[in-house]
Antibody
């Protein structure tokens, strides 16, 4: 079974750093893109960026460029989303999702990681 | 930022048919990029419902169908059931953003 399993919920203070993870299983991890999607409380889905594990090619949403870093360790089939200095406005649910090359749809999705940033 | 526009809500009685529109522009749907649909049940992750405008993944009931024309797309749910109460999102590729874009989302309520 193809699965993406994300790391657990996080509670952080403003200014702290954070790295959340997304581990793929049941398929050849290097051959599929991994995208990240943000969902702020009570709001819709927002595409953040995407990475290709085989060569780490990465594209960011223009609105989020420079605010987060997407990376991957293909040796352990894991993608990451990282902040160097969190803000309260980063509080949201974050999903990772798989995308096949040559297509633009995402399936499956991870279960989500809830990030809460509060002083 | 969402560049695909959906109605905030639609509702229908059990058994009825409802449709959700997704309106884009010349840099996404209007440019010929495919549209995909996701269902998000309360408290859960989104699930792929329709890909490439009209295709249902295995396991998705045939009550769900998609269509696309010009710079818009639609999702239809026929024979509405209580379990269909959820948020629905369209998604496509946008050439001006060089990435994916999601619709604003539509809440479906079963009366």
């Amino acid at each position: 079974e193809v699965q993406l399993v994300q790391s657990g919920a996080e509670v952080k203070k403003p200014g702290e750093s954070l790295k959340i993870s997304c581990k793929g299983s049941g398929y050849r991890f290097s051959d599929y893109w991994i995208g990240w999607v943000r969902q702020m409380p009570g709001k819709g889905l927002e595409w953040m960026g995407i990475i290709y594990p085989d060569d780490s090619e990465t594209t960011y949403s223009p609105s989020l460029q420079g605010q987060v870093t997407i990376s991957v360790d293909k040796s352990i089939s894991t993608a990451y989303l990282q902040w160097s200095s969190l803000k309260a406005s980063d509080s949201a649910m974050y999903y990772c999702a798989r995308r096949q090359s040559g297509t633009s749809w995402f399936d499956p999705w991870g279960q989500g990681t809830l990030v809460t940033v509060s002083s | 930022q969402s560049v695909l526009t959906q109605p905030p809500s639609v509702s229908g009685a059990p058994g009825q048919r409802v449709t959700i529109s997704c309106t884009g522009s010349r840099s996404n749907i209007g440019a010929g990029y495919d549209v995909h649909w996701y269902q998000q049940l309360p408290g859960t992750a989104p699930k792929l419902l329709i890909h490439d405008n009209i295709n249902r993944p295995s396991g998705v009931p045939d009550r769900f169908s998609g269509s696309k024309s010009a710079a818009s797309a639609s999702l239809a749910i026929t024979g509405l059931q209580a379990e269909d109460e959820a948020d629905y999102y369209c998604q496509s590729y946008d050439s001006s953003l060089s990435g994916s874009v999601f619709g604003t989302g539509t809440k479906v309520t079963v009366l």
